[in-house]
């Protein structure tokens, strides 16, 4: 494994692209999960070694051909590594100053970045129709139309859309043709129910490219990236050849081996996800945001606006966390935790802030599908270490109220084909006060903490953190929200 590691100024040893009336952000929060006097320091001696023996575990466990990981605090880097290998066959090892991965949807959080720099400069009006700055129609939803506000809280009320990879570079089209010649069917109002898009952010990135006049890769190199140093970062695909020498191979598993993939394409829908970068440029990018835009004497935004970005706009469930704009809210206590997923094909990543605490890190990792696994169990790890907790104290089921049990559909789905079974969930009793929850051939075991709400027993840490699931009226009958998915949501199909 390779190190870069900074321990508070000395040296030490040490997410697939991809989320009735809701409540607003000030809704009831439920109770959070017991937490110790002093839970919003963060506990930082050892995380390194930690970090290197969790991923220990992980490569011989995860199928992890490579991670790379970068933790901040303070305003500077604190530790970073490189694991296994970004090229097998060539024997290269992952360096987390000069390998690239693939960030997935952590890519958004750049165009978000993007977007409220036009905000600033009094181009966009956040509650002004989206159709004020293109040149193609998005259609109302019974008159409603889909406001700039509601592709930062992925409300849009749009259907999922397919098709957004390509196998070859000749099958790249402009993203800007791409979205309108693949407009989703709206399927409920604008502002009114969480359901991840995709197609709304690359929505997001034109309206910057249509008002700047600058193309969104040339845009966000010359006001992101290259104002903060991060010089190994591109929404470009293929990757500039300098770059491209320094890619980390993506791998799957194939006959029982880690077998290479060739670089994967998402120009299609390119601010949502196209990105590459490494380890570093992601740290400095975090450290500009725990900064409120600047990092040394270079700003990328303004405080006002960071503060917007990780502000609360809307939830799902009354009592689990939702989204803030652009970020998800990961916890809202002890402490608050917003960040971003990014699943490729072949990469699975996590960038996780706790705003108050000054801290951050970004992993990801490529490997067989387990790796994926690997990237939350690695997230779940670190949160737990740095940031403790207790399980929440049980409740005993009330009078009169019923297990929620069902068969339930995720909200984000593509409705022009038929609902697959990778969508659906099933819950059912698990005596009087737990439930389980089937996905695919995965059962997870859930014991009640509250009305309507449990928490997640199976593969509980010790420290946390402790996954939750809320049931509550939708628009068309009961819900569900995990609250590890803040970003979309199940409505029971059957009793």
């Known amino acids: 494994m390779t190190h870069h590691r900074a321990w508070l100024g000395a040296t030490t040893a040490l997410a697939l692209l991809t989320v009735a009336s809701l409540p607003h952000a000030d809704a009831r929060q439920a109770a959070p999960a017991t937490v110790s006097a002093d839970a919003d320091q963060p506990q930082l001696d050892g995380l390194a070694d930690f970090i290197d023996g969790v991923m220990a575990q992980q490569i011989r466990s995860h199928e992890i051909a490579g991670a790379t990981v970068a933790v901040v605090h303070d305003g500077e880097l604190l530790f970073s590594a490189g694991y296994g290998f970004a090229d097998i066959e060539n024997g290269s090892r992952v360096d987390p100053a000069r390998t690239l991965f693939r960030p997935g949807s952590v890519s958004k959080l750049f165009t978000w970045t993007a977007l409220m720099q036009q905000v600033e400069e009094g181009h966009v009006d956040l509650d002004e129709d989206v159709n004020a700055y293109i040149d193609f129609h998005i259609p109302d939803f019974e008159g409603q139309p889909v406001r700039v506000r509601d592709l930062l809280s992925h409300t849009p009320g749009m259907s999922d859309v397919s098709g957004i990879t390509a196998a070859t570079v000749d099958e790249l089209v402009d993203y800007g043709e791409w979205i309108q010649q693949h407009i989703p069917e709206r399927v409920w109002a604008p502002g009114t129910e969480i359901a991840y898009s995709n197609y709304g952010v690359a929505l997001a990135g034109y309206i910057v490219e249509r008002l700047s006049g600058e193309a969104f890769a040339d845009y966000a190199n010359t006001h992101i990236f290259e104002p903060l140093d991060m010089h190994a970062t591109s929404f470009r695909e293929p990757l500039p050849a300098h770059l491209a020498a320094h890619m980390a191979t993506g791998y799957e598993i194939e006959d029982g081996l880690l077998t290479a993939q060739p670089f994967e394409l998402f120009s299609l829908i390119m601010p949502a996800g196209s990105a590459s970068a490494t380890a570093h440029d992601m740290s400095r990018f975090m450290r500009a945001m725990l900064n409120g835009g600047a990092l040394g ?199």
């Open 297 to 495: 004497d270079v700003r990328i935004l303004g405080t006002g606006s960071v503060e917007l970005l990780m502000s609360n706009s809307i939830r799902n469930a009354p009592d689990l966390p939702g989204m803030a704009h652009g970020f998800y809210v990961v916890q809202e206590d002890g402490p608050r935790l917003i960040g971003h997923g990014g699943n490729t094909g072949d990469f699975h990543s996590n960038l996780i802030l706790a705003p108050r605490e000054n801290f951050g890190f970004f992993v990801s990792t490529t490997g067989g599908s387990e790796s994926s696994v690997g990237r939350t169990d690695l997230t779940n790890a670190i949160i737990g270490r740095v940031f403790p907790q207790a399980p929440t104290p049980r409740e005993p089921r009330a009078e009169g109220e019923v297990l929620p049990t069902g068969a339930y559909r995720m909200n984000r789905r593509n409705y022009a084909q038929p609902a697959r079974e990778e969508y659906d969930i099933e819950v059912t009793g698990a005596g009087e006060n737990a439930i389980r929850i089937r996905f695919l051939d995965d059962v997870s075991y859930w014991e009640r903490i509250g009305p309507m709400t449990f928490e997640k027993v199976t593969g509980a840490g010790e420290d946390g953190p402790f996954d939750r699931v809320q049931f509550y009226p939708g628009r068309s009958g009961l819900v569900l929200s995990f609250s590890y998915q803040p970003y979309m949501a199940y409505h029971r199909v059957t009793d």
